[in-house]
């Protein structure tokens, strides 16, 4: 269960211009709020395991009805708006969308739909290329297949390593390329973070 509990790291603003008008805050609110949310139940479960405690039933199946809500929900606002990207809902709010779709695993359809949706308008600055990146790894490892950017992690003997990569050698090209840290020093953070805390 842990490896559904992925490992991203917060994307920010990158330029620190001023942001252009949004053109639905409301649905942006929506979405931060659902992200919220759906973290804090994650949060506590990594917590949980860091701390060597008995992972609880109840908290999983909270996070899996969640992913649930917010997927029939994204759906919706998919099929209203188009991928909802920043000029619509901010980057915040494109980030949060990004969010949502990436713990839609249970409907892979779905997820290789939005992926299609953020690679047509990621040239024009709708989403963020981290992002997307991320995605692309997802629906790779959940058909099965080789990924490509190194972001799918699973825990092995105390540490995270990533699922099995396509030319592996160029990860780090293809890493820099769309704004990530090399794979040594994502995975020296991830290891960190779900690392067991000494009491």
Same mark, same amino acid.
């Given at each position: 269960m842990l490896s559904t509990l992925a490992?991203?790291?917060?994307?920010?603003?990158?330029?620190?211009k001023d942001p252009a008008p949004i053109k639905n805050p409301k649905l942006r609110e929506e979405l931060l709020a659902r992200v919220e949310?759906?973290?804090?139940?994650? #949060?506590r479960i990594i917590e949980a395991n860091?701390?060597?405690?008995k992972l609880n039933p109840t908290e999983f199946a909270q996070v899996l009805g969640l992913d649930k809500d917010n997927r029939e929900w994204l759906k919706g606002v998919? $099929? *209203? #708006?188009?991928? +909802?990207? &920043?000029?619509?809902? =901010?980057?915040? =709010?494109? #980030?949060?969308?990004? !969010?949502?779709?990436q713990h839609a695993d249970p409907d892979l359809p779905f997820q290789k739909k939005c992926l299609d949706l953020m690679k047509a308008v990621v040239k024009a600055? @709708? %989403? @963020?290329? *981290?992002? !997307?990146?991320?995605?692309?790894?997802?629906?790779?490892?959940? $058909?099965? &297949? *080789?990924?490509?950017?190194g972001t799918q992690l699973v825990q092995?003997? =105390?540490?995270? %390593? +990533? &699922? +099995?990569? @396509?030319?592996?050698?160029? %990860?780090? $090209?293809?890493?820099?390329?769309?704004?990530?840290?090399?794979?040594?020093?994502y995975l020296k953070i991830a290891t @960190?973070?779900? &690392? +067991?805390?000494k009491p």
């Open positions: 490992f991203v790291l917060a994307v920010g603003t990158a330029d620190g949310k759906e973290q804090a139940a994650r #949060h860091a701390a060597g405690k998919v $099929e *209203k #708006h188009g991928w +909802p990207g &920043k000029s619509l809902v =901010g980057e915040d =709010g494109a #980030h949060a969308a990004w !969010l949502l779709v600055g @709708e %989403v @963020e290329k *981290k992002d !997307l990146a991320y995605l692309t790894d997802r629906v790779l490892s959940n $058909e099965g &297949k *080789k990924q490509l950017y092995a003997d =105390g540490r995270m %390593v +990533p &699922k +099995p990569i @396509e030319d592996e050698d160029k %990860v780090d $090209e293809r890493r820099k390329e769309v704004g990530l840290q090399s794979l040594a020093e @960190e973070a779900y &690392k +067991p805390k």
